[in-house]
């Protein structure tokens, strides 16, 4: 029996600006999803991450300045992708993308459900 037989999941990437969470900012956001071991949804977008990229990220990931100019702000990219996540076996990858992914500078803090 397959080790994935009957299964979801659903594997989150994230590219960043640097390796320390800290100070690293969100440059992609990749998901797939796989049933049964088969990849049945794939989704990903580039984040804008309001810093210049540094040359080292950028030669591991390829993703440059001029590639991020005109992407989602990270809430936004956010919001499409937890949105893309869908079903009950799903909400812990939804949870996962919202907690990756800063909020907007503006918005009022989230409440934590209990």
Known sequence: MPLLAGQRVVVLD??????????????EIGRVTLD?????????SLVRPGRPMPPDAARVHGITD?????ALRPWSARARGARRVRGRHD??????????VPDRPDAAPRRRRS
């Open 14 to 27: 994230f590219e960043t600006t640097g390796w320390e969470p800290e100070r690293a900012a969100i440059v």
């Open 66 to 70: 001029a590639m991020v100019a005109d």
């Open 36 to 44: 049964g071991g088969a990849i049945t949804d794939e989704w990903s």
């Open 91 to 100: 909400r812990a990858a939804q949870r996962l993308v919202r907690s990756a």
